[in-house]
């Protein structure tokens, strides 16, 4: 019972979280010294919820395919996003500005739609749809290099820094979109916690115990896209949060998806912000974008677990 209670709370603070990113941006927000304490609490704010939705939506794919290395990143997901994100900015101008979200998110859906459809539905080892995944990455990013090649030298320096993952410019509205989304994705998720558990050990099993796999999943990995495409047109991309913080959750707790998704979350929060703390520590004057950070301990975990599979 414990459980479905702290799912509920977490989802309850993400949406108390995004009304107060809402305030924030808000013209009432007059506390002392606001301008400094709202760009603090903003760049608070946008570590907790990105690093919550992208450890969330990371653990979503790694049960929904099967796959303890799926990631946003890895898949093409957060690339897509970025394309679609980047050609609402450069392509639309002000015009397309506001839909900056949506376009985020149809790209980085179409990036895991291409993704499966290059892996064939093989989804059952790492592999096939990590391989997929990569090469799918490879094609969107040079169509992303092709898209920033026309730009103008003011829109590449904005968007170049962008790409590289920052919390420092995070706009309240899109806090305030983002801890909506994903609390609604938590509650959604801990309704069907058990539902993911069948389906991480296969759609024979999942039908066996009288699961849909097909809606669930689409709408648990529309999910997935949606808040990894919120984190990407706000904070650029920020790599290897969906694998890290899922995977050395999962090997002290264990692959129940309902006791990991209130760590996970917070632990991707955590994660995030530590980050940016150490980005802040290592030059004050001129920090480090978080994503380089975030990039760096990924490289360093897939050496690793490369490494231990590899060993006797």
């Known amino acids: 019972m414990k459980a479905p209670i702290l799912s509920l709370s977490l989802a309850a603070l993400c949406l108390l979280l995004g009304t107060l990113g809402m305030a924030l941006g808000s013209d009432g927000f007059s506390w002392p010294e606001g301008i ?16 919550a939705a992208l450890a969330f939506s990371g653990s979503l794919f790694q049960n929904l395919f099967r796959n303890p290395l799926a990631d946003a990143y890895l898949l093409g997901v957060s690339q897509g996003a970025a394309l ?24 980085g859906f179409s990036a895991l739609l291409l993704t499966l459809a290059l892996a064939g539905g093989r989804n059952d080892s790492p592999e096939p ?9 490879a094609l969107l990013s040079g169509l992303l290099l092709c898209l920033l090649s026309r730009a103008t030298s003011d829109q590449l320096a904005g968007v170049t ?70 984190c990407v ?16 959750l999962r090997r002290m707790l264990g692959g129940d998806f309902h006791r990991l998704l209130l ?25 480090l974008p978080v994503g380089v950070l975030t990039a760096l301990a990924g490289g360093i975990f ?11």
């Open 36 to 51: 400094l304490l709202s760009y603090r609490l903003c760049r608070v704010l946008a570590g907790f919820l990105g690093g």
């Open 84 to 107: 679609g994100a980047a050609a609402c900015l450069l392509w639309g101008g002000a015009l397309l500005a506001p839909w900056l979200p949506l376009g985020a998110f149809l790209g």
């Open 129 to 137: 749809l990590l391989l997929n995944g990569i090469v799918a990455g």
């Open 161 to 230: 820094w962008w790409m590289l993952g920052d919390l420092q410019a995070v706009p309240p509205v899109a806090l305030s979109i983002l801890g909506v989304a994903l609390g609604l994705a938590l509650l959604l998720a801990a309704y069907w916690s058990r539902e993911i558990n069948a389906l991480a050990l296969g759609d024979d099993w999942a039908l066996s115990l009288g699961v849909r796999p097909l809606p669930i999943r689409l709408a648990l990995l529309g999910c997935g896209a949606l808040l990894v495409a919120l």
């Open 233 to 248: 047109s706000s904070m650029g991309i920020i790599s290897f949060v969906g694998l890290l913080v899922p995977q050395t």
């Open 263 to 287: 760590p996970t979350a917070l632990g991707g929060g955590a994660f995030l912000q530590l980050c940016d703390l150490l980005a802040k520590g290592l030059d004050p004057v001129r920090p």
């Open 302 to 312: 897939l050496l690793v677990a490369l490494h231990g599979r590899r060993c006797p």
